[in-house]
């Protein structure tokens, strides 16, 4: 039985990053709640939970990569989300979707807040709108496609277009222009680009005030 109360599952499939989760006392983590899965080398492997397959079995998907997971292997729950820490603490650092620490630097404190990543939205009346753009200085999107101040921006395009560049610029205009903090999110990119995209921030002195969040490919980062 875990921490939380919850029994102890195994893992009973493993497709890719596609794990289904046995528990025989049909008690199952709710949807939404992060699991725990442990190999046999000692390591573990971050898990959410998607859908409730039966009484007894749940579909997950891994947070980390898979290599070394194999049937059977315990699968503990933590009665709750996945949780990431937040604030001061995390700037100019490098995490991973579950909060590891990605960037060979020193361990985050324990003391460091963390929220989960499935909250509710705040309420409309604690929301307000902006009308002042965020001027980036690359004059095809202040002109065809402006940002708002304290607003999101995505990229989409294939390989070799320039998204990075444009990420770096909008993340430089920020810091250099506004003062402010950028989060930055990427997931199934090449673990080369992560890699440049940290040292290019290092270089040019924002990283103090910018946030990486990896995805899978964290993994394949050697810094």
């Given at each position: 039985?875990?921490?939380?109360?919850?029994?102890?599952?195994k893992v009973v499939a493993v497709r890719g990053a596609v794990v289904d989760l046995a528990?025989?006392?049909?008690?199952?983590?709710?949807?939404?709640?992060?699991?725990?899965?442990?190999?046999?080398?000692?390591?573990?492997?971050?898990?959410?939970?998607?859908?409730?397959?039966?009484?007894?079995?749940?579909?997950?998907?891994?947070?980390?990569?898979?290599?070394?997971?194999?049937?059977?292997?315990?699968?503990?729950?933590?009665?709750?989300?996945?949780?990431?820490?937040?604030?001061?603490?995390?700037?100019?650092?490098?995490?991973?979707?579950?909060?590891?620490?990605?960037?060979?630097?020193?361990?985050?404190?324990?003391?460091?807040?963390?929220?989960?990543?499935?909250?509710?939205?705040?309420?409309?009346?604690?929301?307000?709108?902006?009308?002042?753009?965020?001027?980036?200085?690359?004059?095809?999107?202040?002109?065809?496609?402006?940002?708002?101040?304290?607003?999101?921006?995505?990229?989409?395009?294939?390989?070799?277009?320039?998204?990075?560049?444009?990420?770096?610029?909008?993340?430089?205009?920020?810091?250099?222009?506004?003062?402010?903090?950028?989060?930055?999110?990427?997931?199934?990119?090449?673990?080369?680009?992560?890699?440049?995209?940290?040292?290019?921030?290092t270089r040019f002195g924002v990283l103090g005030h910018t946030v990486l969040v990896y995805?899978?490919?964290l993994s394949l980062i050697h810094i």
């Amino acid at each position: 039985m875990s921490a939380t109360g919850l029994n102890d599952g195994k893992v009973v499939a493993v497709r890719g990053a596609v794990v289904d989760l046995a528990f025989a006392s049909g008690v199952l983590p709710p949807i939404n709640d992060a699991v725990s899965l442990q190999t046999d080398n000692g390591g573990s492997v971050m898990a959410e939970v998607q859908a409730h397959l039966d009484g007894f079995t749940v579909r997950a998907i891994a947070l980390h990569a898979t290599t070394g997971l194999r049937r059977g292997d315990i699968a503990t729950p933590t009665g709750g989300p996945v949780t990431v820490p937040v604030g001061d603490a995390v700037l100019g650092r490098l995490i991973d979707v579950t909060g590891r620490v990605g960037d060979n630097g020193a361990a985050l404190a324990d003391d460091v807040p963390r929220r989960p990543i499935h909250r509710a939205p705040p309420p409309l009346s604690a929301r307000t709108g902006t009308s002042e753009l965020f001027a980036t200085g690359i004059k095809v999107i202040d002109l065809l496609a402006p940002l708002a101040q304290g607003g999101k921006a995505a990229m989409f395009g294939g390989a070799g277009v320039g998204k990075t560049v444009l990420v770096m610029e909008l993340i430089n205009a920020m810091v250099v222009s506004y003062q402010g903090i950028s989060v930055f999110a990427g997931v199934g990119e090449r673990s080369r680009e992560g890699h440049e995209m940290l040292l290019d921030m290092t270089r040019f002195g924002v990283l103090g005030h910018t946030v990486l969040v990896y995805g899978q490919m964290l993994s394949l980062i050697h810094i």
